[in-house]
């Protein structure tokens, strides 16, 4: 199993500039998230979709960004436009969500995102 | 409003030595509680979970967590610490079905020769 998979692995833009961020979950996993990791704030869940449909994002810090999952083997995170405090370590993470309580998350190395 | 307390920020253990790594919790229902590793440059790893059962609970690379509702508290520990273990651990809350997790800010774990 090639567990999550999120590319790029580093991004470096200028402010201003559009920055999408891409996450393919482990296959057959239904449900997929997408933190954020900055040394003031943690580890912070910014979405979280079940099978492909957003059920809570009201962890985005704002309009600028957006995610997307548009079928069940891909998610992006955009932001438009991006700022310097947008810099962070950008986590994607999925699950099979069932009805019983071992619904671990698995994680993917991260996007080191830098706004210049 | 739930959150987790993980109130060291570094801690330094020499090779061998036992681990104790503190963590706090305020939840409103029945938490489900979770150790992640993290080494560097990569994602997290589960070490543990707990939500139900016997309040000590075993996990992957010989940790172990107990619960305790009463301190309101998840500490990990690990008897005899490898250079390996050296890396960031996070504790986390979260509900029955673990979707909404909040994380602890992490403790990083350095080991001393």
Same mark, same amino acid.
């Given at each position: 199993?090639?567990?999550?998979?999120?590319?790029? !692995?580093?991004?470096?833009?200028?402010?201003?500039?559009?920055?999408?961020? @891409?996450?393919?979950?482990?296959?057959?996993? %239904?449900? =997929?998230?997408?933190? !954020?990791?900055?040394?003031? @704030?943690?580890?912070? =869940? =910014?979405?979280?979709? %079940?099978?492909?449909?957003?059920?809570?994002?009201?962890?985005?810090?704002?309009? !600028?960004?957006?995610?997307?999952?548009?079928?069940?083997?891909?998610?992006?995170?955009?932001?438009?436009?991006?700022?310097? !405090?947008?810099?962070?370590?950008?986590?994607?993470?999925?699950?099979?969500?069932?009805?019983?309580?071992?619904?671990?998350?698995?994680?993917?190395?991260?996007? @080191?995102?830098?706004?210049? | 409003?739930?959150?987790?307390?993980?109130?060291?920020?570094?801690?330094?253990?020499?090779?061998?030595?036992?681990?104790?790594?503190?963590?706090?919790?305020?939840?409103?229902?029945?938490?489900?509680?979770?150790?992640?590793?993290?080494?560097?440059?990569?994602?997290?790893?589960?070490?543990?979970?707990? /939500?139900?059962?016997?309040?000590?609970?075993?996990?992957?690379?010989?940790?172990?967590?107990?619960?305790?509702?009463?301190?309101?508290?998840?500490?990990?520990?690990?008897?005899?610490?490898?250079?390996?273990?050296?890396?960031?651990? /996070?504790?986390?809350?979260?509900?029955?079905?673990?979707?909404?997790?909040?994380?602890?800010?992490?403790?990083?774990?350095?080991?001393?020769?």
């Amino acid at each position: 199993d090639a567990g999550v998979i999120q590319s790029p !692995r580093h991004e470096v833009t200028e402010m201003g500039q559009e920055v999408t961020l @891409r996450c393919k979950p482990i296959s057959g996993h %239904n449900s =997929l998230f997408w933190y !954020r990791q900055t040394m003031m @704030r943690g580890l912070e =869940l =910014l979405i979280y979709f %079940n099978n492909n449909v957003p059920i809570d994002d009201s962890g985005m810090p704002e309009d !600028r960004f957006s995610a997307k999952m548009p079928n069940a083997s891909f998610s992006t995170l955009k932001i438009q436009p991006s700022e310097p !405090r947008d810099s962070a370590v950008y986590f994607c993470a999925s699950s099979l969500t069932s009805g019983n309580d071992d619904n671990e998350q698995f994680f993917g190395p991260g996007t @080191r995102l830098t706004v210049l | 409003a739930q959150s987790v307390t993980q109130p060291d920020i570094h801690i330094t253990v020499s090779e061998g030595a036992s681990l104790e790594l503190r963590c706090n919790y305020s939840y409103g229902a029945t938490p489900y509680l979770f150790w992640y590793v993290q080494s560097p440059g990569q994602g997290l790893q589960l070490l543990l979970k707990y /939500f139900s059962g016997d309040t000590l609970v075993q996990g992957i690379k010989g940790f172990e967590a107990e619960f305790k509702r009463s301190q309101s508290s998840f500490n990990l520990r690990k008897p005899s610490v490898h250079w390996s273990d050296a890396a960031e651990y /996070f504790c986390a809350v979260g509900p029955r079905g673990f979707q909404k997790l909040v994380f602890g800010t992490g403790t990083r774990l350095l080991v001393s020769p």
